[in-house]
């Protein structure tokens, strides 16, 4: 499936660059594709407050240039690399860009880089996102378990029905499978009478059909 190209009018920037050639050419072009450019040299523990897109010298930049620990940048990043030494390789690696200019900036470039770093930093973000919710799900399936247990011993069913029960219970209350177990666990009194009501439910379903 396509990735929609955004639209940057209107976004905000920040150029982290000493006054040089390159940094007049990066703004004017950035400013002709319709954002709002500010430039900051020298820096130090910049916040990502107030803006969209960060471009930073990848040449110049040290520990401590941005206020948020190293490898989580809250918003894309921009990398303006000219040297090929490893150490300034690996400190930009570090920063986690989501795309990256090589020195000197020309006419061309500057609209792919924006579109492939906020494309990467989205996707990132996805995958992070997706990586915690399977860490809580299975850091939460021995309550679910022991919620199953506990439903089908205090009912008599076995374990797919107490499952299927937890699921209807849990959809009707909008809340997940996992959150639900955990309020068995700690106030069972108040979910047995909700899961009873439930069940008769499902049982008088399975009478019409």
């Known amino acids: 499936m396509r990735t929609a190209l955004p639209n940057f009018r209107g976004q905000r920037a920040l150029v982290l660059h000493w006054k040089d050639n390159n940094r007049v050419t990066l703004v004017r072009q950035l400013e002709t594709l319709g954002l709002k ?6 820096a130090d523990g910049v916040s990502a407050n107030n803006y969209d897109v960060i ?17 989580q940048p ?3 990043l921009i990398a303006l690399m000219g040297s090929e030494a490893p150490g300034r390789i690996e400190w930009t690696l570090s920063c986690a860009p989501s795309a990256y200019l090589v020195k000197p900036i020309g006419s ?4 792919s880089a924006l579109a492939i ?9 996805q995958f992070k996102d997706e990586i915690v919710e399977l860490t809580r799900r299975t850091k939460s399936r021995p309550i679910v378990f022991k919620a199953i ?3 089908m011993a205090h009912f008599g069913i076995g374990d797919d029905e107490a499952y299927r029960l937890l699921r209807a219970e849990s959809m009707s209350q ?4 996992e959150i639900l177990s955990e309020h068995i666990a700690s ?3 108040v979910e047995w009478d909700r899961l009873a009501i439930r069940k008769k439910g499902n049982l008088r379903q399975v009478n019409r059909r």
């Open 74 to 76: 809250p918003i894309p």
């Open 174 to 177: 909008r809340i997940s499978i």
């Open 117 to 125: 770093a906020f494309h990467t930093f989205e996707t990132r973000k």
């Open 108 to 111: 061309t470039g500057v609209f």
């Open 187 to 189: 106030n069972a009194e």
């Open 55 to 71: 471009f930073f010298d990848a040449d110049q930049g040290y520990d401590g240039l941005f206020a948020w620990p190293p490898d």
């Open 149 to 151: 247990l506990s439903v």
């Open 37 to 42: 450019v500010e430039v900051l040299w020298p």
